[in-house]
């Protein structure tokens, strides 16, 4: 009997719990319906809060990567913009461009028109002008050029530093007729960074007067040149003999490192006609020797 009295409270306990018609449904945080716009206002809440903490960059902004290259040699400032009527450089450096990052070995890519003797000579200098590598290879003449390859390996003691590619070739004589540098970075340890060749495509110096091959008569040889200097250093022009031997030499007065035209006049006595190089050389201040050489031949006579 007991147990049925505690079945029958249970029961009706249960009903009691029930909705019946006319009962208030028990009270929630939240009015009926908000709950959805309760969601919506704290997504907001939520995309506006990581908004605000990240950073933005505004358009004026530019963000640049810096480095620190361990030398002692300044690097240059300028940027050489060849003009008109600026010839292909008889040695183009395609790759590497200036100041590429490189790690043993330097792969080198020309295009280059060898000298007379179709001798070429490849010399890596480091940033206190001592020599690094070398190599010289018979390259047939042609002249539009000719494609090469090489690869230059080296060793350095720091980390990194700034060192000079040369190539030039010379004539029959022996006589510069050509030379080239390109500047660069040797990293004893990282990943390779190749600059485009850009500007050293072309020529530094270019000679309106005289053509080359002209023949000259006259005591004094008339030059209307164009040059963009690679320094502050001198700058010479000279007539050279088939012996080597300097026959005349004038020092070039330039104003900074823009290219610049300049007209000079060089003095000469010959008493048969004699085939010389026209010679425009600029020198280093670290090899002692010249940094660019550009040549062309006339004919000097009496």
């Not at 164009?226 to 012996?243: G, H, M």
């Amino acid at each position: 009997m007991l147990r049925k009295s505690l079945i029958l409270a249970c029961i009706a306990g249960v009903l009691a719990g029930c909705a019946l018609p006319g009962a208030k449904p028990v009270p929630t945080p939240f009015p009926e319906g908000y709950l959805p716009t309760v969601v919506a206002l704290t997504a907001e809440a939520a995309y506006s809060t990581s908004q605000a903490l990240t950073p933005v960059v505004l358009p004026t902004d530019t963000l640049e990567p810096t480095a620190t290259i361990a030398s002692s040699t300044p690097l240059p400032t300028r940027t050489y913009t060849p003009q008109p009527k600026i010839p292909l450089a008889q040695i183009q450096f395609l790759a590497p461009g200036p100041l590429s990052r490189i790690v043993s070995p330097v792969q080198l890519q020309l295009m280059v028109v060898s000298g007379e003797s179709e001798i070429i000579q490849i010399d890596l200098f480091g940033e206190d002008g001592r020599l690094l590598g070398r190599k010289i290879d018979r390259v047939n003449r042609h002249e539009t050029g000719v494609y090469a390859t090489y690869k230059l390996p080296f060793e350095i003691r720091a980390a990194a530093e700034t060192a000079l590619l040369q190539v030039s070739t010379k004539d029959k004589q022996g006589r510069m007729q050509s030379l080239n540098s390109l500047q660069l970075i040797l990293l004893s340890a990282g990943t390779t960074e190749v600059t485009p060749a850009g500007n050293v495509l072309f020529e530094h110096a270019v000679f309106f007067t005289p053509k080359d091959k002209a023949s000259v008569v006259s005591s004094e040889l008339p030059v209307r040149a164009r040059f963009s200097p690679f320094n502050n250093q001198p700058v010479f022009l000279e007539l050279i003999l088939p012996d080597r031997r300097v026959l005349v030499s004038r020092v070039l007065t330039l104003d900074g490192l823009e290219p610049q035209e300049f007209t000079t006049t060089l003095p000469f006595k010959v008493t048969e006609p004699t085939s010389a190089l026209l010679s425009l050389r600029q020198m280093d201040p670290i090899l002692n020797a010249p940094i660019y050489v550009y040549t062309q031949t006339i004919t000097l006579n009496p």
